[in-house]
């Protein structure tokens, strides 16, 4: 199934395991005040959304989470350990992992995609075989519905939608449980995001991924989220499934989901029993 989910709400989802929690999160860059006092729960097994205007802080939330930024105040948690901790081992259980895809791509532009694929198995399994290791990027790069002769190409060689799988390739290289994707679809044409969305559905239900999910792309939260996290007033406001979310008395989210990109994207994901049309 790659629909969107039922709004009716499944009673046992709300007792799901929280595989990241954050509580009272503070980020501050110098008088700018990004975040105070975030909560928010990330559970084992969902695609979740996370939406909010430019600049509310979507990025340095994810690095706050995967321990890339120190955060000024709060606890997260993350796959059970500290994500605050700093310690060598919680940073490599953190590591070891997730998987990313960051919001610019950072594909090493002088390596093939293959190369960018290993880095991370050359950082955590050595001991590999090359020919294994090339058997496994392989395998990746077919997995993130690329052809296999792109395994042997330069990122520039490719177009932006196939530089987008073969980020999400490296970011499966570990086979980790938890994925973060930064804003997947921008850039990419409506084809070409739809495509993507689906992959991300499927691979998600196949690899029983969780997927934490920054997109400003109403078409791909109706398409493929199980649940939106809404970032403004510098915290979450609000965290549930669509039809709630979309009925939320906030100016923000008035503004998102009622205006006429909103309405749009509501009624193809009604229309659909697939992923939503673009
Ligand atoms: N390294 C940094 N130094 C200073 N300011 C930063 C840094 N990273 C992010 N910011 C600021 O924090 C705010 C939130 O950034 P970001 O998380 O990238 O927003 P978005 O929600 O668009 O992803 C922005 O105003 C940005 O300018
Ligand atoms: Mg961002």
Redesign the pocket.
């Known amino acids: 199934m790659t629909g969107p989910r039922s709004p009716i709400p499944d009673p046992d989802r709300d007792d799901r395991e929280a595989i990241i929690s954050v509580r009272g999160l503070v980020n501050r860059?110098g008088e700018?005040v990004?975040h105070d006092g975030l909560d928010l729960d990330v559970r084992r097994g969902e695609i979740l959304g996370v939406v909010?205007g430019?600049?509310?802080?979507?990025?340095?939330?994810m690095r706050s989470i995967l321990g890339l930024r120190t955060p000024d105040a709060g606890r997260i948690e993350v796959l059970g350990v500290d994500a605050r901790a700093g310690d060598a081992q919680s940073r490599l259980h953190i590591e070891r992992n997730t998987g990313v895809l960051f919001q610019d791509g950072a594909l090493f532009s002088s390596l093939t995609v293959g190369e960018n694929v290993q880095v991370p198995l050359k950082e955590h399994n050595p001991e590999l075989p090359d020919s294994w290791r090339y058997e496994l990027a392989l395998l990746k790069v077919k997995l993130a519905g690329l052809p296999a002769d792109a395994i042997d190409k330069l990122p520039s060689q490719l177009s932006g939608g196939m530089r987008k799988r073969a980020g999400l390739a490296r970011a499966l290289a570990l086979d980790p449980p938890l994925l973060f994707l930064d804003e997947p679809t921008a850039g990419l044409d409506p084809i070409g995001a739809n495509a993507f969305d689906h992959l991300i559905r499927t691979l998600q239900q196949a690899l029983g991924l969780t997927v934490f999910l920054i997109t400003h792309d109403l078409d791909t939260l109706y398409a493929i989220c199980d649940r939106v996290a809404v970032?403004a007033d510098r915290k979450v406001v609000a965290v549930g499934p669509l039809p709630e979310i979309e009925n939320l008395d906030h100016p923000w989210v008035r503004e998102y989901f009622n205006g006429p990109r909103g309405r749009a994207a509501r009624e193809a994901g009604n229309r659909e029993s697939g992923v939503g049309n673009r």
């Open positions: 860059f700018q990004v909010g430019s600049g509310t802080g979507k990025s340095v939330l970032l």
